[in-house]
């Protein structure tokens, strides 16, 4: 499957010549929802997610890819507001993950299994947690 990359020129070009992609780290995301599909209404539990996530910071990162190339806000938000470039590559479907859209966030006992630790980092729940985004409509109510 052929998926794509949107970057600033300078960036891509030197990726390019190097033969290597930049990943992003969790906490230097543009979207301030990413990972936040949980339920932090309780108290503490706000910052308890931010340290979670700065934490996930220093062992993971994002590799971000579209499906299209020919997205107008995509080449807005991501390739240097339409003057970066678009790297296309061949994937297996297995070595990518698409994003799911949600229209509820995890209630309160995922939201304290994951803060508490009590949640094996490798368990689908953790990895359907990851790939969870907000829907646009919940982003709106919060």
Known sequence: MRLYHFIDQRYGIDNSEKRRLKL???KDLNDPFELLSM???????KEEFEALKLKISEDLGILCFSQCWRNPVQWSHYAENHKG???GFEMKQEDAFKVEYI???YNKEFTKKLLEGDLDSGSLEI???IKS???LEIRTRV
């Not at 339920?39 to 539990?45: A, C, K, Q, R, V």
């Open 24 to 26: 992003s780290r969790i």
């Open 39 to 45: 339920d932090l209404s309780e108290n503490g539990h």
């Open 85 to 87: 470039v678009c790297l």
């Open 103 to 105: 229209e509820k966030r």
């Open 127 to 129: 990895n359907n947690w």
């Open 133 to 135: 985004k907000l829907s």
